[in-house]
């Protein structure tokens, strides 16, 4: 699957398809490629026939949809690409995944929502910690549960779960960096 993701990511798309991508539907198989890489016994290949298509057409919303279906497309984008980040991780060169980690932190800031920019963050700290970077992966890590600290006590589940999956992000890169009371304080905070 890498050639296909890797081509739909690297596409100029200096023309896009007439009509509006329904943000809606998109974000519902966004969801739904997320659903598949937790429950299928052969994640990488089921969503890895997806992600192309998935790619290409969230690309293709976030660039011709208007206002707030706009930000919400981005939002879409900047999922698929963590998404995508995690598909080629350790099947492509690190080139792809870092252009997949960045692309989602900027479609995250299209979004300007603080669980697209904390998603995101995930993503790129994840890929950071990966290249040995572990101060710039925890100062994000740290950053990104700082935007969703604030909004904790009236957040639904989602908002919730991500706080915490930062919390761990930076609790297993200080743990890699030899801090274990900052590992063990983010555990906690987990």
């Known amino acids: 699957a890498v050639p296909a993701i890797r081509e739909a990511i690297r596409d100029p798309l200096l023309t896009v398809p007439a009509g509006l991508i329904d943000v809606a539907a998109l974000a519902a198989r966004a969801a739904d490629a997320w659903l598949l890489w ?28 208007d206002g707030s279906d706009r930000r919400a497309a981005s939002a879409v984008l900047a999922d698929v690409y963590a998404l995508v980040q995690h598909e080629v991780v350790w099947a492509s060169e690190a080139e792809l995944t870092w252009t997949a980690a960045d692309r989602a932190m900027t479609a995250a800031q299209d979004a300007d929502t603080p669980e697209a920019l904390a998603g995101a963050a995930w993503t790129l700290g994840m890929v950071q910690r990966g290249a040995g970077d572990t101060d710039a992966a925890l100062t994000l890590a740290q950053e990104a549960a700082g935007l969703l600290e604030p909004r904790l006590e009236d957040a639904d589940d989602e908002m919730r779960g991500l706080y915490g999956a930062l919390q761990l992000h930076a609790a297993t890169t200080a743990a890699r960096a030899g801090r274990e009371g900052d590992a063990w304080r983010h555990w906690d905070a987990a």
């Open 38 to 65: 937790h429950q299928s016994a052969e994640h990488r290949t089921d969503v890895g026939r997806i992600l192309p298509r998935l790619v290409t057409d969230a690309r293709i919303a976030a660039r011709t949809a």
